[in-house]
């Protein structure tokens, strides 16, 4: 059980979303369980969206009229915000569309020009395609090879062979927290031996920043990624934190205006970073609201936030552990301390979609499939699985609604 | 959507019809859908006029998918090919006898979906992916 002044709080946090006054079309309560897919937004960051377009729309950085200088002001100190937020300077944090193309442009600007054939790019078995594909290619590229920290029955990484997994690797790309499993990657010990190593450092920070207080200085990421749409922010802005000595050494990614310093007919030469990596017109509006979300973040407490999730798995693996007798199994590391507010299970033999599809009728929005970690759920030897995942704003009403929709299931299935 | 699960569909689900591979098919295809990562072969044995005369299906799915891959087979068993190749989705609908809620008709076509692949590609003399 959670302490009732922690659920109240959640409670109350709900209000705070719009969505949630809204009944599903068959006029049940929504109960949201999808935030590893896409977070609900606080009003307060709808109304950002709102008021800036209402009230100081205009481009930014080359304005000299008074909108055009709020907006510059209000993008730019969107930035310090979720530079504060995850302990880094604004001048590293580059915007860019979500994780997938953060890791993208560290994967062009940085991958291109330094890794080399032979060279060894180090990931986990449990990543997210965004976390993969991209090396791949950058792999077909150059000619590196791709090497793999495995995990185990339980979704938790073995590290027994890491050191010579390490030996020749240029680049570890890790996720921070699995969106399938929820393990959280134990950074504390796999980067410094990485850095020992003599490895470059990216995190994977889509499911990290929005549930766990994150600093990347104690981290000791080169680079961190994580997508705003996560972390109770708009779709269409995310953020790559690189270190300045890093940025300041990449070429650009994408090239164009504003990330220009000076232009000819035939050469260009290119502005400071972070700019020199925001080619054309920014995401203004969604980048600002950004800011909104992580002040609301700031004020709730990563603290807090790791706290609850970490309290209402807990009461969600305590509820669910009555579904066993029926067939539920629940996969992942299963100790909520080890891992994010995320479950992955099975019921019986019915396949993940159909359970998804009558906890819809429930309004139990949960997400099945591979969750994009295609490789992962081959190496397990599950062909899907149900994900529930938990954020600020559930509290154990949510749990007890998707217990009383898996029993529907269940009772559906016969079994 | 709830109203969906009745028995013949669990039936068809826990006990696929015509679940299996032919020893020298005919025909071929296999498909999946990229949503959900579920994934459906077809193998057809044809005689010489055309006619399907063995169908089996594998793979693996949701109950939409292969409860419908199930009952399509059952259908056209001894259907011309040409016939095949030319079925609409309705004989799905119709098979499942319920409603599909829009977000799950892929899962409903799959089965659909590879046979008149492995049908149009047997009549357009395609080479079998084997
Ligand atoms: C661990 C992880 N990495 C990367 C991503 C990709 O994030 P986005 O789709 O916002 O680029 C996700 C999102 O599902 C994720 O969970």
Redo the contacts with the bound molecule.
Sequence with gaps: MLRPSEMQKALRVRDDFPIFTRPTARGKRLVYLDS???SQKPLCVIETLDEYYREYNANIHRGVYEIAARATAAFEEARAKVARFVGADPGEIVWT???????NLIAYAWGNTNVRAGDAILLTEL?????LVPWQLLAQRTGAVLRFIPVDKNGTLVLDDLDRLLDGCRLLSI??????LGTISPLETIVPRARAAGATIVV????SAPHLPVDVKALDADFY??????MLGP?GI?ALYGKRALLESMPPFLSGGDMIRAVEYDRATFNDPPWKFEAGTSNIADAIAFGTAVDYLTELGPAWVREHERAITAYALERLAALEPRGLHVYGPKDPAKTGGVLSFNLADVHAHDVASILDTEGVCIRAGH???MPLMRKMGWHSTARASFYVYNAEEDVDALVTALEKAAHIFKV | MDDFYRDYILDHYRNPRNFGHLDAPTASAEDLNPLCGDQIRMELQIDDGGIVRAVRFSGNGCAISLASASMLTESISGMPLEDVAKLSKDVVLENVGIGISPTRMKCAMLGLRVLKSAAIGELAGWPDEE
Excluded: L, P, W, Y
Excluded at chain 1, 97 to 103: F, G, L, P, S
């Design positions: 590893a897919a896409t569309r979500n994780t997938t193309e953060a890791i990543e997210h395609h965004s976390n996720a921070h927290v699995s969106n399938t994977d920070g889509a499911q990624a994580f997508s705003a749409h996560k779709t995310g969750h994009c970690t």
